[in-house]
């Protein structure tokens, strides 16, 4: 299989390209610089053996190369071809190459390279499809009849592709059923080889991602000024300009960190002789006492919390504190409001006594937990971050604070963890 510039196309072609770009750049602006960085290769199959590839919905590859049939661009409308251009610099710049949950390659070995897709790539491309289209359909913008939508998918729009592969799979009918569901947007969708890519070096991984942050600004500035960018670029650039992490991987972290402190100092205590002892008879040997992390749980009953993300943090500290060993005699829970409350120790997180509800001052609540005794080596503050903090940290304590409102704050002296109530499903 050759492959031409697009300079080597006829003017008229070369016309129509260019013209397809203005278009999709016209209908979303804030494209405009991934749209640029598309890199067209044209594909000549005319003297081959083998029939020429399906290349209607012009497919790209990971280098940010977009594959031309000459054919196809001879009768495809501007408005159409402007519609596939804004497609496939979606499927590059949701990364969708990178997300295909499909087996690894050594499954798909027995797949010739370039040989026809896999009943997954298949799925994954109208998953894809789906995550993209919803996006691009807009008051000015139609979709081509080929072009796979939620609705023709029967399922709700707004998902992420993960999704949609999920919902498919209990429905391969619902493709099945759609042959015209069925171009290929080539390697820039799954990360697989196609037979008419050109192993060239093209757009790096690095530059991709800075294209990426320059479009995620430029949704952005679009959605101040004109408003009208769809919601799903919204969330893609939130994403790209502010990584969420994983708050639950985040809190399971922090609270190990403070707990393997502890265990670190290892006391060697003469207390109780070692059973090595006796294979040693003339010599005493310490034996090796490792202290368990002593938890106290700090909460802000203050009122202004949200009783299901308190619910789902709490129930993250159970697993958490149980997989460390915290047994229920290392673990108290302070309620706290403007003052602390009694101490509580509790079998489970979940029968915790929430009392309080006027005004917040989580500096009571670590001052009542450092006066315990034992005193504890790790605080945990679940609260809104609206409260006055002390300046500074009770000596010798760690103070872990889950903060469930992104808009609160916390001190410095203290390892901060936002919880939010996305979870942080997708990073
Ligand atoms: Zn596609």
Redesign the pocket.
């Known amino acids: 299989m050759r492959h031409l510039r697009i300079d080597d196309l006829p003017l008229d072609l070369r016309r129509r390209w260019a013209a397809g770009r203005v278009w999709a750049a016209r209908e979303a602006p804030y494209l405009a610089s991934a749209l640029l960085a598309l890199d067209p290769v044209v594909v000549d199959a005319s003297g081959e053996r083998e029939p020429m590839p399906d290349l209607r919905?012009f497919p790209a590859d990971q280098a940010w190369h977009v594959y031309i049939d000459p054919r196809v661009l001879f009768t495809v409308e501007v408005r159409e071809l402007g519609f596939w251009l804004l497609?496939?610099v979606?499927?590059l710049l949701r990364e969708h190459a990178g997300r295909f949950p499909g087996p690894p390659a050594p499954e798909r070995a027995s797949a010739r390279p370039g040989g026809p897709r896999t009943a997954d790539q298949r799925r994954w491309?109208v998953a894809?499809?789906a995550e993209?289209n919803d996006d691009l359909h807009t008051a000015t913008l139609e979709l081509p009849d080929s072009a796979?939508h939620p609705s023709r998918l029967g399922l709700p729009e707004g998902w992420i592709a993960e999704q949609y592969w999920d919902a498919l799979a209990t429905e391969p009918e619902s493709i099945a059923a759609m042959p015209d569901l069925d171009?290929d947007?080539g390697s820039g969708?799954d990360g697989q080889e196609r037979s008419w890519n050109r192993n060239e070096p093209g757009l790096s991984g690095l530059s991709a991602r800075l294209l990426a942050q320059e479009t995620a600004r430029q949704i952005r500035e679009h959605t101040t000024e004109r408003g009208d960018t769809p919601a799903g670029w919204q969330r893609w650039a939130d994403q790209v300009l502010e990584p969420r992490v994983n708050w639950r991987r985040q809190l399971a972290a922090q609270v190990r960190r403070g707990a393997a402190d502890v265990s670190g100092r290892v006391d060697f205590t003469y207390r109780r002789p070692s059973r090595r002892a006796s294979a040693v008879p003339d010599v005493v040997l310490p034996s090796l006492r490792q202290p368990l992390p002593q938890v106290v749980l700090v909460i802000d009953t203050s009122g202004s919390m949200s009783d299901s993300m308190l619910g789902q943090a709490l129930a993250e500290l159970t697993g958490v504190l149980r997989s460390l060993g915290v047994a229920r005699r290392n673990l108290r829970v302070i309620a706290c409001d403007a003052r602390a409350y009694q101490v509580q120790r509790v079998r489970d997180l979940g029968a915790i006594r929430l009392e309080g509800g006027g005004g917040t001052d989580m500096g009571a609540g670590i001052d009542a937990a450092a006066a315990l005794r034992p005193r504890p080596d790790l605080v945990i503050v679940l609260t809104d971050g609206y409260t006055p903090w002390r300046s500074e940290p009770p000596p010798g304590i760690r103070v872990v604070v889950g903060l469930m409102d992104r808009r609160g704050k916390t001190p410095d002296w203290a390892e901060t963890v936002l919880i939010d109530d996305t979870g942080g499903t997708r990073v």
Do not use: E, P, R
Request: glycine share 8%.
């Open positions: 919905a497609h496939q979606s499927h491309n894809g499809d993209i796979v171009s947007c969708c």
